[in-house]
């Protein structure tokens, strides 16, 4: 097995060379990984391009569920027999003042996320309005996640103010039809080629934990690199009730940060952001994960719950990290309920007996 030198490969991703498929796959998968070299490599790239700042963003699903489509994975999906809540699009009034909850509660980029398998011109048409509505009141950055979408489309919207577009590859190209048979990877690369012509800048990520090979890992990460994406959602699978889908592998907090840090090394101006599974395969090692990582949800997911927004915020301060914002995130944070100083300052809980005799 081959030695790492954890500052060759700093360098070699600082400098813009690829790091060695088989160290990229030593790391994932090899034993004898020292790990807080690995993170301190990753952590020299995301310094160098994103310093000690976190992105934070927050998903509004302004439509969710009655989608025709069978991503097995996902809880909107027509095979999915999870009680979500389905709605069609929420009203501009209700988008927009969430727009404006989400600026308040310190996000960078607002994301706008519609189940489906693309949008029509209405909907296009529709989204125009929004995005300048959204413009012209706050200082956020927009991204939409619209499905399928041509060339043509992207350039409106584009020309509306939108900044990003969000369309994931979820998975390699040989691992697509098992997870999904209603589009193909082929439809999801032809929408990144779309966005790259519009110039628009790419949103697009990877779900981990679908049956992927250590391989398809690193050729997820190549692939996205090769089509420019300006951010990388990295996603952990969640098994949610009532979708076909099972675990397909057993994700440990470790190879969650391991598959980070390749993400990083390959794609080092890449944004690379926490998205969901963070709480659940992450764990304890959450704040762990900001060393390659430079960007995470707030307010949980499309249809998952997670973390609460404090809970977050305060873990960024604690780990020395702060958030990219007009807002504050002291100030956020002492306005956030359970954490006004006079709270913080409660007196410790002293332990009663049966804590301290269990057994007796
Ligand atoms: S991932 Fe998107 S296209 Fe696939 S089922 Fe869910 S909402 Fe529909």
């Avoid at 981990?208 to 990295?234: D, R, V």
């Avoid at 840090?261 to 101006?269: K, W």
Wanted: hydrophobic fraction near 35%; charge should be negative.
């Amino acid at each position: 097995m081959y030695d790492i030198s954890y500052q060759k490969i700093a360098q070699d991703s600082l400098e813009g060379r690829s790091v060695d498929h088989k160290i990229a796959l030593k790391i994932l998968g090899g034993e004898g990984v020292d790990f807080l070299p690995l993170l301190d490599a990753a952590f020299k790239v995301r310094q160098e391009f994103w310093g000690k700042k976190v992105l934070i963003h927050v998903l509004n699903n302004i439509q969710n569920g009655y989608c025709p489509e069978d991503c097995s994975y996902c809880a909107q999906s027509k095979n999915s027999k999870a009680p979500i809540e389905e709605y069609a699009m929420k009203s501009d009034e209700e988008i927009l003042s969430e727009a404006k909850l989400a600026y308040e509660n310190g996000a960078y980029r607002y994301c706008m996320v519609f189940s489906g398998r693309g949008s029509s011109e209405n909907r296009v048409a529709h989204l125009i309005h929004l995005i300048k509505q959204i413009k012209e009141r706050y200082p956020l950055e927009v991204c939409v996640s619209p499905g399928i979408l041509d060339e043509e489309n992207m350039r409106t919207l584009k020309e509306a103010g939108l900044d990003r577009i969000n369309h994931n590859i979820n998975t390699s190209r040989s691992n697509y039809s098992k997870i999904c048979t209603t589009h193909s990877y082929e439809d999801r690369i032809q929408t990144l080629k779309a966005a790259n012509a519009s110039g628009l800048d790419i949103c697009s990520g990877v779900i981990i934990g679908m049956g992927e090979t250590h391989e398809e890992i690193i050729e997820m990460s190549q692939t996205l690199g090769e089509y420019a994406a300006k951010s990388i959602p990295m996603n952990f699978f969640i098994p949610i009730p009532g979708t076909p889908l099972k675990p397909q592998t057993n994700l440990t907090p470790e190879f969650c940060l391991r598959v980070l840090c390749v993400f990083r090394l390959l794609n080092p101006r890449a944004e690379i952001r926490i998205a969901a599974g963070r709480e659940f395969h992450l764990r304890h090692l959450q704040a762990m994960a900001l060393y390659p990582a430079n960007s995470l949800f707030l307010s949980g997911y499309l249809n998952a719950k997670g973390e609460s927004d404090v809970n977050t915020l305060q873990m960024i301060k604690d780990a020395g990290f702060t958030i990219e914002s007009e807002q504050n995130i002291d100030d956020l944070l002492k306005k956030m309920p359970g954490r006004s100083p006079s709270e913080l300052l409660s007196p410790t809980e002293l332990k009663g007996v049966s804590e301290l005799r269990p057994t007796k």
